[in-house]
């Protein structure tokens, strides 16, 4: 396999991650907006079949069918503790984290395609792909974060 064909194989499997990614977020979006305590799921599971029909969409097209792919960073929690969550990531790493999107609110498990990076979904809905290291600084610091 040439080195262009392999490149957008990668590139298409990578964006059909993303898509994947991103029908997830909204499904937890709606979860979310269904529940009297507005909370999130507390795992990608709840959604599926209620708010995800097709459980392919669960898994980045570069992994074993049926693989769940996507994880939530923190579980069944409110906006506002997402918040506190981004508050605190602020004072941690002393920073200035106001041109952020916010906390992330799921991020792909492993490395998508090629092994290039995560995609990763922000509570305001839009996806990003990130190399490894621009997932270690722009994420890493809410995966140490505990709530409570």
């Known amino acids: 396999e040439n080195a262009q064909l392999r490149a ?9 991650c993303a898509n994947n990614l991103k029908q997830v977020g909204l499904a937890a979006k709606i979860f979310q907006n269904e529940h009297p305590d507005s909370r999130y799921p507390a795992g990608v599971f709840m959604l599926y079949p209620d708010f995800i029909v097709d459980s392919r969409v669960l898994s980045c097209p570069s992994v074993e069918p049926g693989t769940l792919s996507y994880e939530f960073v923190f579980e069944a929690v409110t906006d506002a503790e997402l918040e506190a969550v981004h508050q605190q990531v ?16 799921m991020i792909e498990s492993h490395l998508c395609a090629d092994n ?10 839009h996806v990003e792909f990130m190399t490894p290291e621009a997932f270690e600084a722009r994420v890493g610091p809410y995966l140490f974060v505990r709530l409570r």
């Open 8 to 16: 957008a194989r990668n590139a298409a499997m990578r964006a059909s």
């Open 90 to 105: 602020a004072i941690n790493e002393s920073r200035d984290l106001q041109d952020q999107p916010g906390p992330p609110l």
């Open 116 to 125: 290039a990076g995560h995609n990763v979904v922000f509570r305001d809905g």
